[in-house]
T-cell receptor, first 111, second 114 residues
Framework: AQSVTQPDIHITVSEGASLELRCNYS??????LFWYVQSPGQGLQLLLK??????LVQGIKGFEAEFKRSQSSFNLRKPSVHWSDAAEYFC?????????FGTGTRLQVFP | GAGVSQSPSNKVTEKGKDVELRCDPI?????LYWYRQSLGQGLEFLIY????????KSGLPSDRFSAERTGGSVSTLTIQRTQQEDSAVYLC????????????FGQGTRLTVV
């Protein structure tokens, strides 16, 4: 079964700095990958998804992610972080038809 | 409704009691998921319903946990003989397809077992 690993539990960046959150998926056929965000006091929201095709996908709120088969990675990036981006970020993969999440990365943004 | 609705939003129960958590998915969504989110933990998959197929119960942590989905719509997650370790936020999500569509999440039920 497919799974995803998020190696960073907590990341801190300064507002305006660039951001990269790591996600690695387990070996298998081309995975269906997602990034979700959980803002304080709010539900989970889809940022972007990758099924096939162009390996660089654009999402909402200025986020993008790049699928790299050679590295089994699907890292989330943003060129300039805003204070409102402080949240918990989850990578997810479809495994045997169901959506399986990583353990999440908590992003803290300093002014 | 416009989104996934979960009730109650908060539930405090005594150890050993049974609890039922309800999820109303988005109308027309055939897939429905239950997840558990404990403090500092990720989203733990519990159970997955897809249309009329037998549910995928592979994530249920013990036989005290069960879920059903009536008429392909509303779902109820039941926890029998609750334990303190069951304290968590229980999230429900629904989607159009077999895990390929965007999953829409409810606000969750915060369960506290005292």
């Amino acid at each position: 079964a497919q799974s995803v690993t998020q190696p960073d539990i907590h990341i801190t960046v300064s507002e305006g700095a660039s951001l990269e959150l790591r996600c690695n998926y387990s070996y298998g056929a081309t995975p269906y990958l997602f990034w979700y965000v959980q803002s304080p006091g709010q539900g989970l929201q889809l940022l972007l998804k990758y099924f096939s095709g162009d390996t660089l996908v654009q999402g909402i709120k200025g986020f993008e992610a790049e699928f790299k088969r050679s590295q089994s990675s699907f890292n989330l990036r943003k060129p300039s972080v805003h204070w409102s981006d402080a949240a918990e970020y989850f990578c997810a993969v479809v495994s045997t038809d169901k959506l399986i999440f990583g353990t999440g990365t908590r992003l803290q943004v300093f002014p | 409704g416009a989104g996934v609705s979960q009730s109650p939003s908060n539930k405090v129960t005594e150890k050993g009691k049974d609890v039922e958590l309800r999820c109303d998915p988005i109308s027309g969504h055939t897939a429905l998921y239950w997840y558990r989110q404990s403090l500092g933990q990720g989203l733990e998959f519990l159970i997955y319903f897809q249309g009329n197929s037998a549910p995928d119960k592979s994530g249920l942590p013990s036989d005290r946990f069960s879920a059903e989905r009536t008429g392909g719509s509303v779902s109820t997650l039941t926890i029998q003989r609750t334990q303190q370790e069951d304290s968590a936020v229980y999230l429900c999500a629904s989607s159009l397809g077999q895990g390929l569509g965007e999953a829409f999440f409810g606000q969750g039920t915060r369960l506290t077992v005292v």
